[in-house]
């Protein structure tokens, strides 16, 4: 964007952010990919098989029906001979028929295997992406996966049915057209081989130049996009502030810029294909000429012209095909380069192989058909010298170690980046400790598998993901198996009928992506449903920062209580009405354990917990 | 007045009109669009030009040798339009002249080509698409927050971009389009006809089957390419969430569910697609092969004709040939065109949706211009409602005398925000009046009115853009000077100048994100910067977590200063601070006063008192710690 002449910030709705690194489009040919990608085809081996003997075919079928026209035309008509018309034409309607019907299998079958070749990419990266552990997650941004499963699997689909198969057709055509073309004549042949490389070039030229202003033209159009985007999520803003003048000034300046580029493209595309006819056109006047003066001198027969004639645009045409199939072979090459990469991402860490499952000893308890020990409902967890980083270079927590005793409620109260977080994703095993052991139930917990450990694991965040669907369907998440009663049977423990009740369609609102369409509190209320409908033995809990409505957080309250009895929980809590139940505070500063003890107990310390306390009091104004 | 705020397309536009409407817009740019079909009936007229010199040549090389008596003798070839080829000449030299204008038709024939390429990009590209992207976006910045409540931001999007390519497809794709197909085959059918009548007829006989199996295939196909779209929008949606709720997902330990769930529908992608293959895969050979009987014909009854001496060769056959290819490739685009008719009035409608929606709230007749306002609010018996079922608002009795702080507590749609935005006319109330300043609001400038109000939403939307861009976003020539008394005044000037490059810093930047707490503060120096008479807060801290809670605190207390203030708060601590407080129910005001008048009466307001007092204990002893303090 242009800078204003005075020197001030030039006017604009929304900047491009600088630090997206653009993924490279094109990537030169590589043996290794190419034999990784046709392992994918195993599966589908005699389809494939078939496929490209049938491509064979075609290839060599194409040009014999334009031979056979020549022919004919050279032949029989030219020369008069009705007789032998019949017989050639008979001929030709039987080529034409055996290569139609061949094209219905050569086009299926390459449609066919390029799907199930995307399909079972798709399914392979998904399987992949879900094994990985939650440090991927933060560390890749949703767009650069959701790119590898929709446009870089696009254009491996493309690359398979398209460059492989098309290609082989449309160079197998371009041989058997030079083939004959030199057999028939070889002089003017060379005229025509000598075409060849100016319309190579002539293409070559010019299709780098075209990908590069569709580059400039997509790029000037993801500005204009963007400042579409943000106008419209900020139309509060702008409306409220009276822009919309200015605003409707500046996207046009972008749509002027966007369609400048739009015009480059189209002048490079003007140049091109007429010059290409062009090629063709000198090619005609040139035969004419020479095969003129070959005639007339009696070196050759009229009817070879007619064969050129008919004949050289099975040569030329592959030409273009090939250069564009070509460069789409790069971007598929790109393209696979990325799948692959993800593919290979090694997890930073995963289950030892040694690794056992956690028992849950509920289930023991009713098969051995004694009650289950009230005890044994919570799991114990135990930290012992646990330091963590994220990255190694910076330590988040430093030898902490505590004991949290079976069904019993530990709160977690700090600033923020004091570690609470990173208790959490310890003890669900999210991450793993750099020193130290967390130990549940007395394992160490890489000694038992991380799925065992989630079974038994509930967890309501912060920020609640809610799935397309039903709140039904979210509640039931914990526990697909469960039944519309079972639902009904937790959010009544909950105490929260009514509220669900009162929702459009009760249990069966559907909720948005963010879980849009029900109020923040509402949402927590069917994390909580969630988790209790899956019942687990460790509960963890990230209390919400914001506030909710008075009304609804006094209902939360209520459930809380009941979603945590009996189960051993980790509570971040924000709030001091959860503190108050914690039968342990852990009062955490720079990734240190400071303080630990009750809320009363706490309290009369008169330190770090009694001056978060008193800040808490004065924001909440209690 | 039966439209109701936010409601589109009241009732469905017939087909007809819509076209009507498209040639309308098409008549604005009928120069250009002239000047393209000429251009277009000059390339075809030049193109069969050069196919008949080609069929010339070749008639010339076989009368040549005829002569010679080395092949059965022919007509001497005869031009086209009344010339005539030099017989006198030395036959070498025919043949040259006849190439050199093959090659000079073609160069006329590449530059023209060129123009053409250029022109109807001008007229779609750059005036076309950048009028009516322009004329959408223009509206759509007026209409109100009802349309962008049901409408999500992708579809918006869409309709600017998707939708109005899909608008000017009607002007190049069908109208040029239908113009330069007619015409040429017309011209192509002429052409055949005056070679031979019958070998035209015999040759497109097939046409009309062709045309007809196109239509019919793509209106069979075009449904199963949407579901297909569908099945595999939903396949990478699924993907998506997954990802977005992996959390979640590994909480609960439900990979494995997950995986099928996926893998059912990535499945599903491929066996509907798998139906598709089969149609395609017997369409397009059928229709290789209906274009392969007009060549059989071609060769049987044309060379039938040849060898009888009713057709030249070259200006004949070969001709005829050239003609039936370009014949055809015309007929193939016509499954083409109806798609396109077919796209662009499903985008036209959605358009014209946009730019026909009523604007409810304009500017009336004679309003009044006041470039400066008081302050002084007043609620006159206002009722609203967004539809006609819901009352969101009713009798709503409230003055505000000019600086003064009115608090607004109440539970989620209980209306406080609906009425704060009656007061800046985001909404016209269904009844009663809003006066500022003793004026109607309705009666005022919008302009004069929103300018003096500034307003803090609950999560405050701010632009990818330089921190200084967004506070001065609603007064971009603001200098240096005043954004950074604004930042002051919102306790946000300490922190900006920490940022990486200041007030240069873009937002958005990894590295770049900022608290909830420093966003607000942004909004609340955005608002300031204007200086108006009367703020609105919406919930200011609602989306800030209660440990950068109080980072904001100060901003509202230096930005409520000598203004108007409507704050909606749910803290006791920030409704104490207001002049008086109001609390809202099912719509209604259901509570009036300070807040020591509101604690001492039994109601809505001392259970919410009493619900954040939940620790008494813990209050008591920290005012008695404070007392010892003291």
């Given at each position: 964007m242009k800078a204003s002449p005075d020197g001030r910030r030039p006017l604009s709705l929304v900047q491009r952010a600088r630090d997206d690194e653009p993924d490279a489009e094109m990537k030169p040919l590589d043996l290794g990919i190419v034999r990784r990608l046709f392992g994918y085809?195993?599966?589908?081996?005699?389809?494939?098989?078939?496929?490209?003997?049938?491509?064979?075919?075609?290839?060599?079928q194409l040009p014999a029906l334009a031979w056979v026209s020549a022919l004919i035309i050279a032949g029989p008509i030219a020369g008069g001979r009705t007789s032998s018309l019949l017989g050639w034409l008979v001929g030709y309607t039987v080529l034409a028929i055996s290569t139609d019907a061949l094209f219905h299998f050569r086009q299926r079958f390459a449609l066919e295997i390029g799907e199930e070749v995307v399909g079972r990419m798709r399914a392979e990266i998904f399987d992949h992406v879900s094994r990985m552990p939650m440090s991927f997650f933060h560390r890749v941004k949703l767009g650069r996966i959701l790119g590898r499963v929709t446009s870089d699997v696009e254009s491996l689909r493309v690359g398979i049915e398209h460059v492989i198969f098309v290609g082989i057709v449309q160079l197998g055509q371009m041989v058997f057209a030079a083939a004959v073309m030199a057999f028939t004549d070889w002089v003017l042949f060379l005229v025509v081989l000598g075409l060849a490389p100016v319309l190579w070039v002539l293409n070559d030229h010019f299709r780098n130049r075209l990908s590069r202003d569709t580059r400039a033209q997509q790029e000037s159009f993801s500005r204009v996009t963007a400042t579409l985007a943000e106008s419209i999520?900020?139309?509060?803003?702008?409306?409220?502030?009276?822009?919309?003048?200015?605003?409707?000034?500046?996207?046009?300046?972008?749509?002027?810029?966007?369609?400048?580029?739009?015009?480059?493209?189209?002048?490079s595309s003007a140049i091109l294909l007429p010059l290409l006819e062009l090629n063709s056109q000198f090619f005609v006047a040139i035969l004419l000429m020479l095969g003129g003066w070959q005639v007339f001198s009696g070196q050759v027969d009229v009817g070879v012209l007619i064969t050129f004639f008919l004949f050289a645009n099975q040569f030329f045409a592959p030409l273009q095909v090939l250069g564009n199939l070509y460069n789409q072979a790069l971007i598929s090459m790109a393209g696979a380069e990325r799948v692959f990469q993800l593919l290979d991402t090694k997890p930073d860490w995963e289950d030892a192989p040694e690794a056992v499952e956690l028992p849950d000893p509920r289930e023991k308890g009713p098969a051995n058909g004694g009650p289950v020990a009230a005890d044994f409902c919570g799991a114990g967890v135990e930290f012992r010298g646990v330091s963590f980083g994220y990255d190694a270079a910076r330590p988040v927590l430093h030898d902490v170690s505590f004991t949290a005793r079976p069904g019993k409620m530990v709160a977690l109260v700090g600033h923020t980046g004091s570690g609470k977080s990173s208790i959490i994703n310890l003890v669900s095993k999210f991450y793993l400790p750099t020193a130290g052991e967390v130990l549940i139930d007395g394992r160490e917990i890489r000694t038992i598998t991380g799925r065992s450990l989630h079974r038994q694991t509930g967890m309501v965040q912060q920020h609640n993901f809610l799935f397309a669907g039903t709140v039904l369907d979210n509640i039931r998440f914990g526990r697909p198996g469960a039944t519309e009663a079972d639902v009904r049977d937790a959010v009544a423990r909950l105490g929260c009928v009514d509220l669900f009740d009162?929702?459009?369609?009760?249990?069966?609102?559907?909720?948005?992506?963010?879980?849009?369409?029900?109020?923040?509190?509402?949402?927590?209320?069917?994390?909580?449903?969630?988790?209790?409908?899956?019942?687990?033995?460790?509960?963890?809990?990230?209390?919400?920062?914001?506030?909710?409505?008075?009304?609804?957080?006094?209902?939360?309250?209520?459930?809380?209580?009941?979603?945590?009895?009996?189960?051993?929980?980790?509570?971040?809590?924000?709030?001091?009405?959860?503190?108050?139940?914690?039968?342990?505070?852990?009062?955490?500063?720079?990734?240190?354990?400071?303080?630990?003890?009750?809320?009363?107990?706490?309290?009369?310390?008169?330190k770090h917990y009694a001056a978060l306390h008193d800040q808490f009091t004065r924001m909440g104004g209690a | 007045?039966?439209?109701?705020?936010?409601?589109?397309?009241?009732?469905?536009?017939?087909?007809?009109?819509?076209?009507?409407?498209?040639?309308?817009?098409?008549?604005?740019?009928?120069?250009?669009?002239?000047?393209?079909?000429?251009?277009?009936?000059?390339?075809?007229?030049?193109?069969?030009?050069?196919?008949?010199?080609?069929?010339?040549?070749?008639?010339?090389?076989?009368?040549?040798?005829?002569?010679?008596?080395?092949?059965?003798?022919?007509?001497?070839?005869?031009?086209?339009?009344?010339?005539?080829?030099?017989?006198?000449?030395?036959?070498?030299?025919?043949?040259?002249?006849?190439?050199?204008?093959?090659?000079?038709?073609?160069?006329?024939?590449?530059?023209?080509?060129?123009?053409?390429?250029?022109?109807?990009?001008?007229?779609?590209q750059q005036r076309l698409v950048v009028d009516l992207r322009g004329e959408v976006y223009d509206k759509l910045q007026k209409l109100s927050f009802r349309f962008f409540d049901a409408n999500t931001t992708g579809s918006i999007i869409t309709r600017v971009t998707g939708d109005v390519q899909a608008v000017r497809m009607f002007v190049d794709q069908v109208m040029i389009q239908s113009v330069i197909m007619i015409v040429s085959l017309t011209i192509y059918t002429v052409y055949m006809a005056s070679l031979h009548p019958g070998l035209t007829l015999a040759c497109l006989a097939t046409t009309p089957v062709l045309a007809l199996i196109s239509v019919a295939f793509s209106r069979h196909i075009q449904p199963l390419y949407a579901q297909s779209r569908e099945l595999v929008e939903q396949m990478v949606q699924h993907f998506s969430e997954s990802i977005q709720g992996v959390q979640v997902t590994k909480a609960f330990g439900r990979e494995q569910e997950d995986r099928e769930a996926f893998a059912a529908k990535n499945r599903a992608v491929f066996d509907q697609q798998k139906g598709i293959f089969w149609r395609v895969s017997l369409f397009s050979p059928t229709v290789g092969f209906l274009t392969r009987i007009n060549m059989i014909v071609l060769l049987g009854y044309g060379g039938w004709l040849v060898i009888h001496g009713e057709l030249p060769l070259g200006t004949g056959l070969v001709v005829f040939a050239g003609l039936l290819d370009q014949f055809s490739g015309q007929v193939n685009q016509v499954a083409t065109l109806v798609n396109s008719?077919?796209?662009?009035?499903?985008?036209?409608?959605?358009?014209?949706?946009?730019?026909?929606?009523?604007?409810?709230?304009?500017?009336a007749p004679g309003a009044k211009a006041r470039p400066r306002l008081g302050g002084n609010v007043r609620f006159d018996h206002v009722a609203f409602s967004y539809d006609r079922n819901v009352e969101v608002l009713q009798d709503i009795e409230l003055e505000v005398k000019p600086g003064q702080c009115v608090a607004i507590l109440g539970a989620t749609g209980a209306g406080k925000s609906s009425l704060m935005s009656l007061i800046p006319r985001f909404y016209d109330p269904t009844a009663g009046r809003v006066w500022v300043d003793g004026i109607d609001v309705r009666e005022l400038r919008i302009e004069d009115l929103r300018r003096a109000i500034g307003i803090v939403f609950q999560e405050s939307f701010l632009f990818s853009n330089t921190v200084a861009a967004n506070i001065a976003f609603g007064h971009p020539d603001a200098t240096q000077a005043q954004i950074e008394k604004a930042a002051r005044v919102a306790a946000a000037h300490d922190?900006?100048?920490?940022?990486?490059?200041?007030?240069?810093?873009?937002?958005?930047?990894?590295?770049?994100?900022?608290?909830?707490?420093?966003?607000?503060?942004?909004?609340?120096?955005?608002?300031?910067?204007?200086?108006?008479?009367?703020?609105?807060?919406?919930?200011?801290?609602?989306?800030?977590?209660?440990?950068?809670?109080?980072?904001?605190?100060?901003?509202?207390?230096?930005?409520?200063?000598?203004?108007?203030?409507?704050?909606?708060?749910?803290?006791?601590?920030?409704?104490?601070?207001?002049?008086?407080?109001?609390?809202?129910?099912?719509?209604?005001?259901?509570?009036?006063?300070?807040?020591?008048?509101?604690?001492?009466?039994?109601?809505?307001?001392?259970?919410?008192?009493?619900?954040?007092?939940?620790?008494?204990?813990?209050?008591?002893?920290?005012?008695?710690?404070?007392?010892?303090?003291?």
């Open positions: 085809t195993r599966a589908s081996a005699r389809k494939r098989n078939g496929l490209i003997a049938l491509t064979v075919v075609r290839a060599s999520n900020g139309i509060r803003v702008t409306q409220g502030f009276v822009r919309q003048d200015t605003n409707a000034g500046l996207f046009r300046g972008l749509l002027a810029d966007h369609s400048r580029y739009s015009m480059g493209t189209a002048r009162s929702l459009p369609q009760g249990l069966r609102t559907v909720v948005g992506e963010r879980g849009s369409g029900i109020s923040t509190g509402q949402r927590q209320l069917v994390c909580f449903a969630r988790a209790l409908l899956a019942d687990p033995r460790l509960l963890i809990f990230d209390e919400a920062t914001s506030a909710i409505d008075a009304l609804t957080e006094a209902r939360l309250q209520q459930a809380l209580l009941t979603l945590l009895a009996g189960r051993t929980s980790f509570v971040v809590a924000h709030r001091l009405s959860t503190i108050r139940h914690a039968d342990l505070v852990l009062v955490l500063d720079r990734g240190r354990v400071v303080e630990r003890g009750t809320h009363a107990e706490l309290l009369s310390l008169k | 007045m039966n439209a109701f705020p936010g409601d589109l397309a009241v009732e469905p536009v017939s087909n007809g009109r819509l076209i009507r409407r498209l040639f309308g817009l098409a008549w604005r740019y009928r120069a250009r669009c002239v000047q393209v079909l000429g251009l277009q009936l000059l390339l075809l007229t030049l193109g069969l030009s050069g196919l008949s010199l080609t069929g010339l040549g070749i008639d010339y090389i076989s009368w040549v040798l005829g002569q010679r008596g080395e092949v059965r003798a022919v007509e001497f070839p005869q031009a086209k339009f009344g010339l005539q080829l030099p017989q006198s000449w030395e036959p070498l030299n025919v043949l040259l002249l006849i190439a050199g204008c093959i090659l000079a038709f073609a160069i006329v024939r590449a530059v023209l080509n060129f123009f053409y390429t250029i022109s109807i990009n001008r007229l779609v008719v077919q796209q662009s009035l499903v985008g036209a409608r959605r358009v014209f949706e946009i730019l026909d929606a009523p604007v409810d709230v304009s500017d922190f900006i100048t920490q940022l990486p490059q200041g007030y240069d810093t873009v937002l958005g930047e990894s590295g770049n994100t900022l608290s909830g707490g420093q966003r607000q503060r942004l909004a609340i120096a955005r608002a300031v910067l204007l200086e108006p008479a009367i703020l609105l807060l919406d919930d200011p801290t609602a989306a800030i977590d209660s440990e950068t809670e109080h980072e904001i605190f100060e901003a509202l207390e230096n930005a409520i200063v000598g203004r108007t203030t409507f704050i909606v708060a749910h803290r006791l601590s920030t409704l104490r601070r207001a002049d008086f407080i109001i609390v809202m129910e099912e719509g209604r005001i259901v509570q009036r006063g300070t807040h020591a008048e509101l604690m001492r009466v039994p109601g809505a307001y001392l259970r919410v008192a009493d619900l954040q007092l939940v620790n008494r204990e813990d209050a008591s002893a920290l005012l008695r710690e404070k007392e010892e303090r003291l």
